[in-house]
């Protein structure tokens, strides 16, 4: 469908609410948001918050995975030791790409860990248990962490927002399989 100029204006005021103000020196009649990209304030921030929220699930989920690489012992030690190395190096980098995009969203990502404590579901665990039990421990993170990633996935599909969208689907395929294998592990 054509749409003449007028009419397109007017769609995209209707569309960005308050975000929009008459840029100085703009053409007349000419929009321009107040921040990049298509979202309102209200928007933008919600989006950063749910991503907030599972950095600081992904944070301590990751700190954990450091703990048990470090301190697991036992029949089981090169298994546990060297898969949760390959975890842990997958988490490193969805934990950049979760930061960087709540930077997209001129948010500041959460970065020191009493933060993290503070806006996780998972808790931290400062014991060394056993390798059954550490492996019992992760399967608990990956139904939280996967339930995490479907809120923020339903907020980005709610929103039109693809990017998230499209990365936190990514990091929801990763769990779920390191949540079948480290099921299998345990049986
Ligand atoms: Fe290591």
Redesign the pocket.
């Known amino acids: 469908m054509v749409q003449n100029k007028k009419t397109t204006t007017t769609m995209a005021k209707q569309k960005a609410g308050k975000g929009i103000k008459a840029k100085k020196g703009s053409t007349a009649g000419k929009v321009v948001r107040n921040h990049s990209l298509r979202w309102s304030d209200a928007e933008r921030k919600a989006l950063a918050h749910s991503l907030n929220t599972l950095l600081a699930n992904y944070q301590v989920h990751y700190q954990k995975l450091r703990n048990y690489?470090?301190n697991v012992t036992g029949g089981d030690f090169f298994d546990i030791?060297e898969n949760l190395?390959l975890q842990y190096t997958e988490a490193q980098a969805d934990i950049d790409m979760i930061a960087e995009r709540v930077r997209v969203f001129h948010e500041r990502p959460l970065s020191t860990f009493s933060e993290y404590l503070k806006a996780s579901t998972l808790k931290e665990d400062a014991t060394v248990p056993s390798s059954t039990d550490m492996v019992k421990n992760l399967l608990a993170d990956y139904v939280t962490l996967v339930d995490r990633m479907y809120e923020t996935v339903d907020l980005a599909m709610g929103l039109s927002d693809a990017g998230t969208e499209r990365m936190v689907k990514g990091f929801i395929e990763q769990i779920e399989k390191h949540h079948w294998m480290m099921g299998a592990f345990n049986k």
């Open positions: 690489h470090w030791h190395e």
